[in-house]
């Protein structure tokens, strides 16, 4: 199977939500966390192998 890196950035009103969570159960997706990143009053960046 191919992979394919993403690039997810997300504002600060969806740090609560369950991003992953819900790419891994709606899609059937298996992700690999390279890289996340959520600072205060920032944007929320998460880089990943699907």
Same mark, same amino acid.
Do not use: C, W
């Given at each position: 199977?191919? $992979?394919? $890196?993403?690039? #997810?950035?997300?504002?600060?009103?969806?740090?609560?939500?369950?991003?992953?969570?819900?790419?891994?159960?709606?899609?059937? #997706?298996?992700?690999?966390? #390279?890289?996340?990143?959520?600072?205060?009053?920032?944007?929320?960046? #998460?880089?990943?192998?699907?």
């Amino acid at each position: 199977m191919q $992979k394919i $890196k993403a690039f #997810l950035r997300f504002p600060q009103e969806h740090f609560s939500k369950p991003i992953t969570y819900r790419l891994v159960k709606e899609y059937n #997706l298996m992700i690999n966390i #390279l890289r996340a990143e959520v600072a205060a009053n920032k944007a929320g960046e #998460l880089i990943m192998d699907i």
